[in-house]
């Protein structure tokens, strides 16, 4: 029989993880049986009905998180001269265009998303080699090319995050730290399951929402009742 770890064992002692619980109920759980010494990201996984393979069942979109993501995140504006201060004014921790990208191009990645303008992105596209398997590329859809760089980079600091459906049909996002209460964890994550079944592709088949699961960095799943309210 595989050894339980002590902090796995603790979170059975605490909490049935064979049961189905509300969101906030189960982000209540999450916070029971996290026991690391750090504040801790808390995760939502949902697995879709839809087969990732089809250009037509790719689910992705963006979200704003009514209670942001408790994460600092560090956003690089690529843009030309023009937009350095309106990047600047609303948050951007890097602004520029040229520098960065041979920065980018020598291996450095050390932010968590990048915003750029359409006149820029040809100089862009050609980091996609380093950017796209971090998920760090630019992409209009996820409102991370635009005219508005002001407005993108304030609604990403402000707790907006773009999603895509990983090739196992898995949604795997964050919706905030283990020092939210119980209540803003479940409003989060009730954002982020609305916001998929908006997204639902027409061709898919069965079950769109298969299953929900919280989890933080470091405890183990907890099952949500799909079909519960908050």
């Known amino acids: 029989m595989a050894k339980i770890s002590k902090n796995r064992k603790a979170a059975l002692e605490k909490a049935d993880l064979t049961k189905e619980y509300s969101l906030t109920d189960a982000a209540s759980v999450v916070k029971e049986i996290t026991f690391t010494k750090f504040d801790a990201s808390v995760d939502i996984d949902v697995r879709l009905g839809v087969d990732p393979r089809k250009a037509d069942q790719m689910v992705r979109g963006i979200v704003t998180l009514p209670h942001g993501t408790g994460k600092d995140v560090k956003v690089l504006a690529l843009v030309t001269p023009d937009k350095e201060q309106e990047a600047k004014d609303a948050g951007a921790d890097y602004v520029g265009l040229d520098d960065y990208i041979q920065k980018i191009e020598k291996g450095w990645t050390d932010i968590d998303v990048i915003i750029t303008m359409p006149a820029v992105m040809a100089k862009v596209g050609r980091l996609g080699r380093i950017l796209g398997p971090r998920n760090l590329m630019p992409n209009p859809k996820s409102g991370t090319v ?10 990403v600091k402000a707790g907006k995050i ?6 196992f049909g898995i949604i795997h996002t964050s919706v905030g730290k283990v020092s939210f209460s119980a209540e803003q964890l479940a409003a989060n994550a009730a954002e982020v399951v609305q916001t998929l079944n908006r997204l639902k592709p027409s061709s898919a088949k069965g079950t769109y929402i298969k299953s ?14 799909k079909n519960a309210t908050i």
């Open 162 to 167: 773009d999603f895509k459906v990983d090739k």
């Open 212 to 225: 929900i699961t919280l989890s933080s960095t470091m405890s183990p799943a907890v099952i949500v009742d």
């Open 146 to 155: 635009t005219m508005d760089v002001a407005k993108a980079v304030k609604e």
